[in-house]
């Protein structure tokens, strides 16, 4: 329940309030710092924040598809309401990154083109750039920002002309800010865009405005200063004026990012093909030993790529010879890994072999070892390839975190099978310590083998977990192979049969199930789900297999009988986490009779009334007013049946004294207690425009000063 913004006041007041609208109440509210605008968008920017979460979460765990629409909604969301700070700096993170990140939304766009799905970001960048052209000259700063961001990954989608467009806005924009030092961060964006296209006139001239605005500001510290003019030295080089870029490296008082500075611009003088020149900005410009041996085997894994052989191993040794001079030894492996890395890519495999003794820290070594491994097999050098890659395997199972294992093992399944060096693939998968994660790595390998016409490897991959041997049976009926898919099914459900645990069969035949529904064989699919049903009575409801199931089911597209495994549950706590995920699910189908009977299935009143709430909320926003007024109308209902006091307070933290009294806890109203959600069933009516209904909510609670909160808060509801 919120808090008063306006403090008690009496009831009279309070209907005139609500009466006359949010004009009367904003002067009082604006005094506590809350507008009726505020109030209006707070939904909207509670679910904004919501989608950005979502989004991320999807980026991480592969899902780009999901994570686009979420990063679409979140931005077509923010045009709907006024701009305020907080929302426009997180506009500004999501495009454009921090000091330590890239954004969520290149992120984003770099995996898709990766995957060579460029296209599918496109939608995502048109959103992004509507809500960055929407922003008035109050924030000048971030739609220069975000739109400069926005044109570069344009770029990257091979949208030329749209990243033109966008990038003439940003320019427009730029003559809105005020401030020299946000103009020179304006400016850098801009010339960072420019030098993206290739105008390196243009980047040049806009360089020089920005460097003109930098040089007028008083610093107040090394970092600050370093952080204009670390962008500044490296554009300046990129643009091809280097001793305008190495001059204004000089200057940056801070010792890391100057050492940082000097090293990125030689890096893009070895791109650019001149390597001797290169080696000796490092020489006279990088004094971190660190930074010094990593750039320097950089140069020299670009001079291989370039054909200048000649100078590759003097690199390479010089860094090696930096990297030993190290004195901690952590420090020391951690400086060698990378330039023993970049000695093999340069196609010296024997060297890095021979330098890795001083790597004892397994999880370094391993990641070494493995891409020597992957040069050998580029090379063509099959057999040895696959010796180091089975010492490289040995290495991480010394591993003592098995995340770490997990990160290791997923990278070398993918580069393993991607080389062809399928035995080995299939012994890191093996050794993958997460279930989820070594079905689907086997899988893709499987899939990949079965595809490629390589039976063999592609029946071993897939008999290590049953599931897979029923998916790859469905891909040879698929390409036409009905006869050895036939059999390959056979042996998967006979070996589902045959697994040890209740467990593992009640997560496989959910699988299976699945896997016949994407085959088209929907009856198949649900006489199969009736014995996962059965199955599902010998499982305990606490076991992570039920969620698992659950994913597999919802995932697959199966919502239907999601639904009717979360109605065989028994266990109240369990099964209302689970419904929950179900309600949102239908709701963001449209399916709204669906998630009622999910609804239907919860114990506790309280709960039931806060996803009849969001439906609601998404209908409000779908301009469904009846479905709205439905759901609040059995909100209301449920929500007198809510037992207990009308106000509950919980608390959080503090500590006891030694008389046993607790003090230095933390009050919060109970969002789930009756006054509470009456509140929010209130509030939804209002921006129903229900007033009658609003009002009989309001009456219906106990509390004078609670009353008065409520329609204080409705006043911005007329």
Not at 9 to 22: D, E, N, P, Q, T
Request: proline content about 2%.
């Amino acid at each position: 329940m919120k808090k008063s913004l306006v403090g008690t006041v009496g009831l009279g007041l309070g209907m005139m309030l609500f009466m006359s609208g949010c004009k009367l109440l904003e002067p009082l509210a604006i005094a506590q710092g809350v507008t009726c605008q505020d109030e209006q968008n707070q939904a909207t920017y509670n679910r904004l924040f919501e989608l950005r979460d979502r989004a991320q979460n999807h980026i991480q765990s592969g899902k780009l598809e999901q994570a686009a629409k979420d990063l679409i909604e979140l931005f077509q969301g923010m045009q709907t309401v006024s701009p305020r700070r907080d929302t426009v700096l997180s506009l500004i993170e999501i495009v454009t990154g921090t000091q330590a990140q890239e954004g969520m939304l290149e992120t984003l766009v770099n995996r898709l083109v990766e995957q060579g799905k460029g296209s599918q970001a496109v939608s995502v960048l048109d959103a992004a750039a509507g809500v960055s052209n929407s922003l008035d000259t109050g924030y000048s700063y971030g739609k220069t920002r975000t739109l400069a961001g926005i044109a570069r990954l344009y770029i990257q989608t091979e949208q030329r002309d749209r990243a033109r467009t966008t990038l003439a806005r940003a320019i427009l924009a730029e003559t809105g800010i005020r401030g020299a030092a946000f103009k020179t961060k304006g400016l850098s964006e801009i010339a960072r865009t420019y030098i993206a296209l290739g105008d390196t006139l243009q980047a040049s001239q806009i360089l020089g405005r920005s460097l003109q605005q930098a040089q007028s500001i008083v610093y107040q510290d090394a970092y600050s200063q370093a952080w204009d003019f670390q962008p500044l030295a490296i554009y300046y080089g990129q643009v091809g004026q280097l001793d305008k870029a190495l001059e204004l490296a000089r200057t940056i008082p801070e010792p890391y990012y100057r050492n940082e500075t000097f090293a990125r611009i030689a890096k893009d003088v070895a791109e650019q093909g001149n390597i001797e020149r290169a080696h000796e900005i490092v020489l006279n410009g990088v004094s971190d030993t660190e930074i010094n041996a990593r750039v320097l085997a950089e140069i020299g894994l670009r001079s291989a790529k370039q054909g200048q052989s000649d100078r590759v191993i003097p690199l390479f040794t010089e860094a090696l010879r930096q990297a030993n001079l190290i004195s901690d030894p952590n420090t020391r492996m951690v400086a060698l890994s990378p330039i023993l890395i970049h000695y093999a890519e340069a196609g010296y495999p024997d060297r890095a072999l021979q330098e890795i003794t001083p790597l004892e820290r397994p999880e370094i070594k391993a990641k070494v070892l493995s891409a020597i491994a992957i040069e050998y097999a580029t090379q063509g050098q099959r057999e040895q390839a696959s010796t180091i890659a089975g010492q490289a395997l040995e290495t991480v199972g010394t591993i003592s975190e098995a995340h770490e294992q997990q990160f290791l093992l997923m990278d070398m399944v993918r580069d393993y099978t991607r080389l062809g060096l399928y035995e080995v693939a299939i012994k890191a998968a093996q050794q993958v310590p997460y279930p989820e994660k070594k079905q689907a790595l086997l899988l893709a390998l499987a899939t990949e083998a079965a595809n490629r016409g390589d039976d063999e490897i592609a029946v071993k991959a897939a008999e290590i977990m049953p599931i897979n041997l029923v998916a790859v049976a469905f891909i040879y009926q698929n390409i036409g192979q009905l006869e050895r898919g036939n059999e390959l099914l056979n042996r998967g459900i006979k070996s589902i049969d045959s697994l040890e645990t209740n467990e593992l069969k009640f997560e496989a035949f959910a699988s299976l199930v699945v896997e016949y529904a994407k085959a088209g064989q929907q009856a198949k699919a649900e006489e199969l789900f009736t014995q996962v049903l059965l199955i599902s009575n010998q499982v305990q409801e606490n076991s992570y297999a039920w969620v698992t199931v659950f994913d597999r089911l919802v995932e697959g597209g199966l919502d239907d009988l999601a639904l009717q495994l979360v109605r065989s549950m028994k266990e109240e706590y369990f099964q209302s986490s689970l419904i929950k995920r179900l309600v949102e699910t239908f709701i963001q189908g449209g399916q709204i009779d669906k998630a009622y009977q999910a609804i239907e299935l919860l114990k506790s009143p309280a709960e039931k009334v806060t996803n009849l709430i969001a439906i609601a909320d998404r209908s409000l926003k779908a301009g469904e007013q009846d479905v709205a007024r439905e759901a609040l109308d059995k909100a209301f209902e449920l929500a007198r049946t809510i037992p207990g006091e009308e106000s509950n307070v919980m608390r959080f933290g503090g500590q006891m004294d030694a008389e046993g009294n607790w003090f230095g806890y933390t009050e919060v109203e109970d969002p789930m207690d009756r006054g509470s959600l009456y509140e929010e069933i209130a509030i939804r009516f209002g921006q129903l425009g229900k007033k009658d209904s609003a009002m009989q909510v309001v009456r219906s609670l106990q509390s004078q000063t609670l009353q008065n909160q409520v329609l204080q808060r409705l006043a911005c509801y007329r």
